[in-house]
């Protein structure tokens, strides 16, 4: 029962959290650097400025895809946790367990970009997963004995 516990609320906390680091990671404020050159006889001149990353990248060709994947990705955990750990539907697990491989994978993936603000959903989503496998083995240890 603990278990389950534990899977909803990292599973959740996790959604809610990498929700919130994305929003950081994406619209939240960076430093971008900007060098100009202001004519052919002088040193180029860099600039260091406030901008989100929404601002500073390109982001509506390839890493709109990928941003929205990672968004898609967070609301499975929390909804793979719930039905899993709270309605006991079995199919909750493997929709938990694919999204924590995602999620790991897009952190080791933009870790240079938006990884370590979503890096504490992924730490909660195999916790998730990990609290949702031990309570679906005590489940199976109940109905076998």
């Known amino acids: 029962m603990a278990a389950r516990r534990v899977e909803i609320a990292s599973g ?13 990671g994406v619209f939240g404020p960076i430093y971008a650097a900007g060098t100009y050159n202001t004519g052919p006889d002088t040193d180029p001149v860099t600039v260091y400025g ?9 982001l509506w060709s390839g890493p709109a895809f990928y941003l929205g994947a990672l968004l898609i990705c967070m609301a499975a955990l929390g909804i793979g946790s719930y039905l899993h750990g709270r309605r006991g539907v079995s199919a909750g697990l493997p929709i938990v367990w694919t999204a924590t491989a ?17 890096a504490p959903a992924a730490a909660l989503a195999v916790v998730a997963s990990i609290a949702g496998q031990r309570a679906e083995r005590a489940l199976h240890d109940v109905r076998a004995a």
């Open 12 to 24: 959740l906390l996790g959604a809610i959290l990498g929700v919130a680091g994305w929003l950081w």
């Open 50 to 58: 406030t901008s989100n990353l929404a601002q500073a990248s390109d």
């Open 102 to 118: 995602f999620l790991v994978a897009g952190v080791l993936l933009s870790v240079y970009t938006i990884g370590p603000f979503i």
